[in-house]
């Protein structure tokens, strides 16, 4: 482009005459405005505010007695009316809108309602001025102009029903609920709009307009409480009868098309005005069968026998396009045609493919960025009946390759007249917008029915079986060919509204073995159907040139792999659109370039980490390929590559599409030795810190250095934490280049960058530490050496960070740089500097008095994560600090500070019980008796609160009970607080609480159980707390909180702590009675921990007769003789066996609490020594009974050993 020419101001002999500066023409250039001698600007396009101005004091000055009130009336309306004011026009427009609300009621007093043509200029004029300046009216004006215009419908002519009507939708639109006393009287059974709006109605304008002003009354604005449900069904059922009712004869189609789109509006304003339930019956399939119908409405080549109603389950009368007629034997040899047009259609085919693009009539543009629905070239109607709407299931129907992309499909020049012509062009611009209405609908409809419900619906919208002839009428149809942009874009929004949290319906799609041949699977059918989809969008991606159509395209792919379950298919359909979409990161449209960095964050967060798109991170880099095409191009070559790129040669059949994207190829596995970075990683490194590739873009253009735009930057930060977070192994050689690029958007000043800087800092150190967890086993030659990990957070931590920590102007920032600072690997924190562990603790200790409650959060929540580092948990003076942090955050306002305080204290206790065990006495001395005490006041008080606060504040409880000293106990300040403590426990055990808070209070109990010093066989709680284990063991229908309590009663190590025998054979029985019913369950979900629970329960009894004593043996002698002994023979020999010590985690984490061993010979020799201290035992009291329960118990163990030594 040459450059723009520059025209100097002319020299002129007089001094008095303004001196332009020079101006650069160019298409970029503002346009020219003159100035006035001042050199102020003369504001030419005020003068319809100014005429606003001018007619409004004139016409409040009127009264009604005043004479030529008509004519002055028609004068004013006249000039008002001429004015053009929206501010599309002229954007420095400002009338304020109380002056228009006054006017309005001020013109109303003037105009009686005898004065039908002053009526009818009135209501032009209150539509005019509320439509264009969009008004938002006071409760008067509402109230005033509702009244009038409902007056005049009543007392007017019909003639003049129509702007009245017109004048009330604009009044009402979105003030509904506000018009509660007048709807009642326009939606009565003899309502004006009732009527009006009935199919019997003959005037058609009428009654499009009732159906409008229907419609704009059931318009929720945001914020406002919805229509009443009584007047909202009333509408319902008129837009749906009106929907469903045929077009009237000899009615102008153009006309009808309007009344339908009226119709689909108020239905979409009905559906998505607020809750809505569709009523028993066929209603939803009858409402989708008649959306279904009008998806397609005037769409060229469809013609097909829609069905009433839509049934949830695949039934063969599911429509489709009538089969093609036979193809005539001499014909049989050649290539198949396109049979869109024959004749003349295939000649422009030819006459095209010649032409400057080199384009194929199904290859060409569906419209310029901007294109108008008005301005799109659309089939016309074929001769010979060749399936246009009026050829409807007669001669040939539309192209053999359904699902091949035409758009436009040009008719010649001399087919229709000028008349005609603009007749058809406004007739197709009509039904698109039906089209397009129609899928608004669908839309609201999928928003409000339940995704389980509208699941059995999918085969009537997503094709479920691999194209064929004849192809099926879905929601790909519309996407692939629909001529409108802004249909194929709205289709597009409904199939990713029915795919958006679709993942539990896929996830039994399966298709890694061959189905059978006497019937299909469901698992393949739901495969296939993913497939299909996969097939039909990268079609569509490869077509596609509208740009917002395109980013919709591509968000809609997003969807659908955030949801397949890609792990049960066959590999290759990531690898096809992994490939596809490298085209597209350098578009020249921002959205599409957004969008892409979407779908490769879904691509890289689906089942991560999923071995085919971890072999194509692992892909070299070909950017000199792929990477470097153009869309455009990408389309051609494909369409070349299916035989399109010439006119002699055939398009590929659906099934040949089918086909090859059904079996893609895989990528090659990378070769060992290349270590470079991913290419996506390079990627996203580039868009955030190198200047953009298209300097001529609108965003920044000037600038030689500017950076991509910020939607464009947050999206490759998003994909870069996606990709660290699922593929780690990948990124880890990256370490030192993220850690620049996170130092780079710290530094910025735009706080959004910062934030997403952060937290990729955060998934990179939540990755390192997971590499270091023992039980990942990842090998130390796979890890990030430990030297890396230091002089890495040293960086990070001597940079930028710092000034984030302290930007107190976002609160978000702070707490995400506070979730950073946890994010720190434990044993390479032990290695920084000591002044940079200091400001690391001084920074959080010091955010915790933040008042935000965003940070105060994460302040806290990472105390209690380095309330657990090795080199800080032995330091009791940062124990007591981070203690007296979290109780008072314990008495914050905000519930989630306090469940964040919870969940710290619970670590510190933690820390105190590890500290105990690894220090011994030293530690439990040096820390403050009165801290301790008000932990544990602090933590019974947390235990009465809200759910997500007690679950942990149980926790610390169990673990403060455990932790406190014999000493402690007999204090009298600790007494109560001791008591109030079990109390809440016990408390816990038995309240109807979520499932998570009774396993906790169970496990708490046991915990302090192991404490010897806690007096369990004087202290009055102590039956309680036993009677509250016993409950739920037996009677708890979640079986994790059985194996707790199981787990809790088997921890007491001496008789003593049992109590009496009455307790002690209630825990027995207690524990027997579960074991017997340990498979009784209506829950399917628990079944799966009943082997765990048999294993602890098993364990537990063996555990009391370990130490019980002759007492107990008249009871537990006449237990094992009973029919309850052999029930526990039976599960104590599968468990000495090891037979069922299964159940998983489960099964491992109660093992570990109640101190058992899973080796069978362990737990025989555990056996026989019980059985020798048994023998051993010397009866007291009553000597007769006593031996002969003890001979029971003792008959009992042998047969259990010698069981096991015959196996």
């Given at each position: 482009m040459a450059a723009p020419l520059r025209v100097l101001a002319p020299v002129f002999g007089r001094s008095d005459v303004t001196s332009f500066p020079p101006v650069s023409l160019s298409a970029e250039a503002a346009p020219f405005t003159p100035l006035a001698a001042d050199g102020?600007?003369?504001d030419s396009l005020s003068e319809a505010e100014e005429q606003f101005s001018r007619c409004a004091a004139k016409l409040r000055a009127l009264r009604p007695n005043t004479g030529q009130l008509k004519d002055e009336l028609n004068q004013l309306f006249d000039q008002l009316l001429s004015e053009n004011y929206n501010k599309t026009f002229d954007p420095n427009i400002n009338v304020r809108p109380e002056d228009v609300?006054?006017?309005?009621?001020?013109?109303?007093?003037?105009?009686?309602l005898t004065q039908e043509h002053l009526v009818i200029k009135f209501c032009q004029l209150v539509h005019h001025l509320l439509n264009q300046l969009k008004v938002i009216m006071d409760e008067h004006t509402l109230d005033v102009l509702v009244n009038y215009t409902a007056a005049a419908v009543k007392k007017c002519s019909t003639w003049t029903h129509s702007d009245i009507l017109l004048a009330l939708s604009t009044v009402v639109y979105g003030n509904g609920p506000q018009c509660h006393q007048h709807i009642s009287d326009l939606l009565d059974e003899d309502g004006v709009l009732l009527q009006y709006s009935s199919p019997s109605q003959p005037n058609m304008e009428l009654r499009r307009v009732a159906l409008t002003c229907m419609a704009n009354i059931c318009l929720r604005i945001p914020g406002q409480p919805p229509l009443d449900d009584q007047y909202r069904s009333i509408c319902y059922g008129v837009f749906l009868k009106t929907l469903q009712s045929p077009k009237p004869p000899n009615t102008d189609e153009l006309f009808y098309c309007m009344v339908v789109h009226a119709a689909l509006k108020g239905l979409q304003f009905c559906l998505s005005g607020g809750k809505w339930k569709f009523g028993g019956g066929e209603e939803l399939g009858s409402v989708l069968a008649l959306l279904k119908r009008l998806m397609f409405q005037g769409a060229p080549g469809v013609g097909a026998a829609w069905p009433a109603v839509l049934y949830p389950a695949p039934l063969p009368q599911y429509e489709g396009l009538p089969g093609p007629k036979p193809v005539e034997p001499s014909k049989s040899s050649e290539p198949p045609k396109d049979s869109t047009g024959p004749g003349k259609a295939s000649k422009n085919k030819k006459r095209k493919s010649k032409g400057k693009g080199k384009k194929t009539k199904t290859e060409e543009s569906r419209g310029d960025d901007g294109e108008e629905e008005d301005k799109e070239a659309v089939p016309a109607p074929q001769r010979g009946g060749g399936g246009g709407e009026g050829g409807?299931?007669?001669?040939?129907?539309?192209?053999?390759?359904?699902?091949?992309?035409?758009?436009?499909?040009?008719?010649?020049?001399?087919?229709?007249?000028?008349?005609?012509?603009?007749?058809?062009?406004?007739?197709?611009?009509?039904?698109?917008?039906?089209?397009?209405?129609?899928?608004?609908?669908?839309?609201?409809?999928v928003k409000a029915v339940e995704k389980r419900t509208l699941y059995g619906y999918w085969s009537s919208f997503i094709p479920d079986s691999p194209t064929g002839r004849p192809a099926p009428l879905t929601l790909l149809t519309i996407i692939l060919k629909d001529p409108s942009p802004k249909v194929r874009l709205c289709a597009l929004q409904v199939l990713s509204a029915i795919l958006d949290g679709s993942r539990q319906f896929l996830a039994v799609a399966e298709d890694t073995a061959s189905p059978r041949t006497s019937y299909t699977p469901f698992s393949f059918a739901l495969a296939t159907a993913i497939r299909e989809l996969h097939c039909g969008l990268s079609l569509a991606l490869l077509a596609e040139t509208s740009p917002q159509t395109l980013t919709q395209v591509i968000k809609c792919h997003a969807y659908l792999v955030s949801n397949a379950p890609y792990h049960r298919l066959k590999p290759g359909l990531l690898t096809l659109l992994w490939k596809q979409i490298r085209s597209y990161v350098r578009n020249r449209d921002v959205n599409v370039r957004v969008s892409v960095l979407k779908l490769y964050g879904a691509l890289v967060t689906t089942q991560a980490p999923l071995p085919e798109v971890q072999l194509l991170l692992q892909q070299p880099d070909h950017s000199?390929?792929?990477?470097?095409?153009?869309?455009r191009d990408t389309a051609l070559s494909w369409r070349q590559r299916n035989g399109v790129g010439s006119p002699a040669r055939t398009p590929a059949t659906p099934s040949e599409l089918s086909s090859r994207t059904h079996s893609p190829p895989l990528p090659h596995t990378p070769v060992e030795e290349d270590r470079t970075p991913p290419w996506l990683l390079q990627l996203c490194v580039s868009r955030v810190t190198q200047p953009r590739e298209d300097q001529s873009d609108s965003e920044g253009a000037g600038s030689n250095a500017a950076l991509e735009p910020s939607p464009v930057r947050l999206e490759a930060l998003q994909v870069l934490s996606h990709l660290v977070r699922g593929y780690f192994s990948l990124t880890q050689a990256?370490?030192?280049?993220?850690?620049q690029v996170c130092a780079r958007?710290?530094?910025?000043?735009?706080?959004?960058?910062?934030?997403?800087?952060?937290?990729?800092l955060e998934e990179f150190g939540t990755g390192i530490i997971l590499q270091y967890r023992a039980e990942n086993n990842v090998p130390e030659s796979s890890r990030v050496s430990m030297n890396q990990v230091v002089q890495f957070w040293s960086q990070v931590l001597s940079g930028p960070l710092n000034g984030a920590l302290q930007n107190e102007q976002h609160p978000t920032l702070q707490a995400s740089a506070c979730d950073t600072l946890a994010s720190i690997l434990p044993q390479a924190f032990a290695q920084l500097p000591d002044k940079t562990q200091l400001m690391c603790i001084t920074m959080l200790l010091g955010l915790t008095y933040i008042d935000n409650y965003l940070v105060k959060i994460a302040a806290v929540r990472a105390l209690g994560v380095y309330i657990l580092f090795p080199c800080l948990r032995e330091d009791v003076m940062f124990v007591a600090d981070t203690a007296n942090i979290i109780l008072a955050a314990l008495d914050d306002r905000s519930t989630n500070v306090r469940a964040r305080a919870a969940w710290s204290l619970g670590n510190l206790t933690d820390t105190l019980t590890v500290n105990m065990q690894s220090i011994g006495v030293d530690f439990?001395?040096?820390?403050?008796?009165?801290?301790?005490?008000?932990?544990?006041?602090?933590?019974?008080?947390?235990s009465a609160d809200k759910d997500r606060v007690k679950c942990n504040a149980v926790r610390a409880l169990g673990n403060l009970l455990h932790f406190l000293r014999?000493?402690?106990?007999?204090?009298?300040?600790?007494?109560?607080?001791?008591?109030?403590?079990?109390?809440?426990?016990?408390?816990?055990?038995?309240?109807?609480?979520?499932?998570?808070?009774?396993?906790?209070?169970?496990?708490?109990?046991?915990?302090?159980f192991r404490n010897p010093a806690l007096p369990l066989v004087s202290a009055p709680w102590s039956h309680d707390a036993f009677s509250a284990l016993c409950q739920v063991v037996t009677s708890c229908k979640n079986f994790k909180v059985r194996i707790k309590s199981a787990a809790a009663l088997a921890v007491p190590a001496s008789r003593s702590c049992y109590g009496d025998t009455k307790r002690f054979a209630c825990v027995w029985h207690s524990l027997a009675t579960a074991l017997e019913n340990s498979e009784d369950t209506n829950d399917f979900l628990e079944y799966r921990y009943s082997a765990s629970l048999r294993h602890t329960l098993s364990q537990a009894l063996l555990h009391l007769l370990a130490v019980s004593e002759s007492q107990d043996m008249p009871d537990l002698g006449a237990s094992l003789a009973s029919e309850e002994g052999r029930s526990i023979k039976e599960h104590i020999i599968k468990y000495l066996r090891a037979e069922e010590g299964g159940g998983g985690e489960e099964a491992d984490e109660e093992r570990d609490s109640v101190g058992g061993s899973c080796h069978p010979q362990q737990r025989i020799a555990g056996l026989e020594q019980t059985l020798t201290r048994l023998k051993g035992l010397k009866p007291e009291g009553e000597e007769a009974k006593g031996e002969e329960g003890k001979d029971e118990v003792v008959h009992f163990l042998e047969d259990l050993l010698k069981i096991c030594e015959e196996s």
């Open positions: 102020s600007q003369l609300c006054i006017l309005l009621k001020h013109a109303s007093s003037l105009v009686p409807r299931g007669e001669g040939p129907k539309p192209s053999a390759l359904f699902l091949y992309p035409s758009w436009k499909l040009n008719s010649s020049d001399s087919e229709f007249s000028d008349i005609e012509g603009n007749a058809q062009s406004k007739l197709r611009l009509n039904h698109g917008r039906v089209r397009q209405g129609a899928l608004h609908c669908m839309l609201a409809v000199g390929g792929s990477g470097s095409l153009t869309p990256s370490l030192y280049e993220i850690g958007c710290l530094g910025e000043t735009d706080p959004s960058i910062q934030l997403h800087g952060a937290k990729l439990q001395e040096e820390l403050s008796d009165m801290l301790l005490l008000k932990m544990l006041q602090a933590a019974t008080k947390a014999q000493s402690q106990m007999t204090r009298s300040v600790f007494q109560r607080p001791l008591e109030d403590a079990v109390r809440a426990l016990v408390k816990t055990v038995e309240a109807e609480a979520t499932m998570k808070v009774r396993w906790n209070a169970c496990y708490a109990l046991g915990n302090a």
